[in-house]
């Protein structure tokens, strides 16, 4: 199994991004897919994420700038990013857990993809 961020980037403050993730030897519309973040010497954490049955959940800080869905015809899951802030720069990865909802615990997510840049400069 491969996962695949992709669409990172450097923006400037309040500009939008798109991440995409792929899968190959897995079908993600069967699912749950997390997207998480790491910034430089910092923790990773959990983003956004949804569920095979398209739950939803995002942390504080995106809460009505990023949106996380699916195209279930090409089974791809995207991150859009709205009003970029500095503090959203970090590398952005998404992980695939099991069918059900999803959650931000690492320990749900057995595959995780390579990770994409977002900048974001003010």
């Known amino acids: 199994v491969q996962l695949q961020a992709s669409g990172g980037g450097s923006v400037q403050t309040e500009d939008s991004l798109r991440l995409s993730c792929g899968a190959s030897g897995l079908i993600l519309n069967n699912v749950a897919v997390g997207w998480f973040r790491q910034a430089p010497g910092k923790e990773r954490e959990g983003v956004s994420c949804?569920?095979?049955?398209?739950?939803?959940s995002y942390r504080d800080s995106v809460k009505g700038r990023f949106v996380v869905s699916r195209d279930v015809a090409k089974d791809t899951v995207y991150l859009q990013m709205n009003s970029l802030k500095p503090e959203d720069t970090a590398i952005y990865f998404c992980a695939a857990a099991g069918p059900g909802v999803c959650g931000f615990s690492r320990a749900m997510y057995h595959h995780w993809g390579q990770g994409t840049l977002v900048t974001v400069s003010s």
């Open positions: 949804i569920g095979s049955n398209g739950f939803t």
